[in-house]
């Protein structure tokens, strides 16, 4: 058998691919591997590109990358598309404009799709960012649709989150959810170039100043007006990144948030391979039919069922 | 303590909402009440309609519903909300506009947004159905926009889903994922006095009748013209479900869908259980916090750490 761990720590970029391909499937093979490379991981700085459908983020993610490269830095591309199953034709479009990015070896893109049962997406995105880590690349990008608790999640693996919003777009401060605001640690105003987009480059500064939650964090996140399609204000977009990685290091809060990401990693972890035991067991022995026989004539109550079961497995 | 499940059953509005409260926060004091409403669940026939964003969906499930109660019949609307935080804005917008139905106690409607940890959205919609189940609505109308892995879970709640399309969104089948005509038991063109509405018809009726997967199931799937916000077409519509609905009873599909969502659910809440209880543990005595710090200085891989404490706490 191939030393993929190995291959993966000495550049290989086929073995990277072939392990987040088992990551994907959630093939065991690959368990092995990642202890492996553990502790070769914590060296890529993570960035968060979310944002609405149409915001340009394919585009500024692309620029970004292409700055990271003129600096001599190596970059992985996480494409989370978790968007609706009814439009992702476009998404494939984007990743095939990106070809000249795609055949530069310091570049590694990885596109991943909605899939699998229980917040899989999340976990195996958690898991490609490690590979990418291992592999080597110095910023590892994250781009996703901020939708659903997947992707909140997903988000939640970056240590630099930019919120890219666009004059046009609905994307007033108004219409904002709670807690959307919080995310962001640098703003992007992109297609800027757009009516409207000094009005929404004041309402997000205003905002940002009275924002009461966003000072007492005590980093005021910037707000970076760029055109992505022309490559302007990629540079301003570039330097914000690193004021923010900055203040996280030398406040010692990077490392305070890279701890909290290790417990959710691992509490995570321990929720999938309870799901995958849990299912292995009770289909085996053919109880999980008996029981649902049961629950669907309703002599058992799913919820006694589910209470008689964990007390039987649960060591106390 | 006020017995919630027995006022559930004798129609108190006020006691389903607190208990859908309870269930929404996973408050351990719903489970005893959802046990004994098991019993009286089973007799609601429940719709879905998912589609893109922009769709039409919300005026589609508020004509459906006013059509539903011209029968006689009660409905139950849950509306899960997992749109883009970016633009949460609009569905509150929605909601209140079906302030008709609001006052018609023959209606309950109940709106979820996306939270808890994991999976929790699609739980506790399933539950939320049950609950309406019991307390005796005829017919529960899931509505919900189809992105994420929460939402396909959601719309497996449905014995019959009707998938939304409008023409001039994008929504062409080319662009379609895999998968997405599938989950479609009635396609529904709404906004069709639209340009466009025509092709889209001709797209989705040619596309049904070549589809491989479609003419295996021995259900042909209806495609329906509306223009909700003009109240035409619902009438084909209700008729459409009505029709997918006898295909199921006859043909001893239904029982065999509601077979596959208790084992589905049964999966679920062990699953769910037996992760409260040990995250409950591992917090509690410490050991979490221990984990995390060695996996942090790589001391321990979380890939070990996760089946240490799997083992440890399941019995074999």
């Known amino acids: 058998m191939r ?35 553990h502790p070769h991981t914590g060296r890529a700085y993570v960035v968060g590109i979310t944002g609405s459908p149409g915001a340009g983020k394919s585009t500024l993610t692309d620029k970004f990358t292409f700055a990271l490269r003129k600096k001599g830095l190596t970059v992985g591309i996480v494409a989370v598309d978790p968007s609706s199953p009814f439009t992702g034709g476009a998404v494939l479009g984007d990743r095939v404009r990106m070809s000249r990015l795609a055949v530069d070896p310091g570049v590694f ?44 999640d997903i988000i939640g693996l970056a240590d630099t989150t930019c919120l890219v919003l666009v004059p046009g777009l609905g994307d007033t401060i108004q219409s904002m959810k709670a807690g959307v ?42 707000v970076v007006k760029t055109v992505a399609v022309e490559d302007e204000g990629i540079d301003d977009l570039v330097q914000a990144v690193e004021a923010h990685r900055t203040f996280l290091e030398e ?32 289909t085996a022995n053919g109880e999980l039919d008996a029981l649902v026989e049961a629950i669907v004539e309703k002599r058992e109550s799913p919820y006694r069922a589910m209470q008689d079961v964990v007390a039987r497995w649960l060591r106390e």
């Open 109 to 152: 893109i990885r596109s991943m799709a909605t899939r699998g049962f229980l917040g899989g997406l999340a976990k195996a995105t958690a898991d490609v960012v490690k590979v990418l880590d291992a592999f080597g690349k110095d910023v590892i990008l994250i781009e996703t649709v901020g939708v659903g608790q997947d992707e909140v």
């Open 251 to 282: 406040s010692g809060r990077l490392a305070e948030k890279r701890r909290r990401r290790a417990r959710e990693e691992t509490l995570r972890m321990i929720h999938g391979e309870l799901f995958r035991r849990i299912r292995e067991r009770l």
């Open 181 to 222: 605001m919080e995310i962001a640690d640098v703003f992007v105003i992109n297609k800027a170039d757009r009516p409207g987009a000094d009005q929404l480059y004041a309402e997000v500064t205003t905002r940002v100043e009275q924002d009461a939650h966003i000072r007492e964090r005590a980093w005021t996140p910037p």
């Open 3 to 37: 030393d993929y761990a190995k291959e993966v720590l000495e550049g290989s970029p086929r073995a990277a691919a072939r392990l987040i391909s088992w990551l994907e499937d959630e093939d065991p093979r690959a368990l092995e591997h990642m202890e492996r490379l």
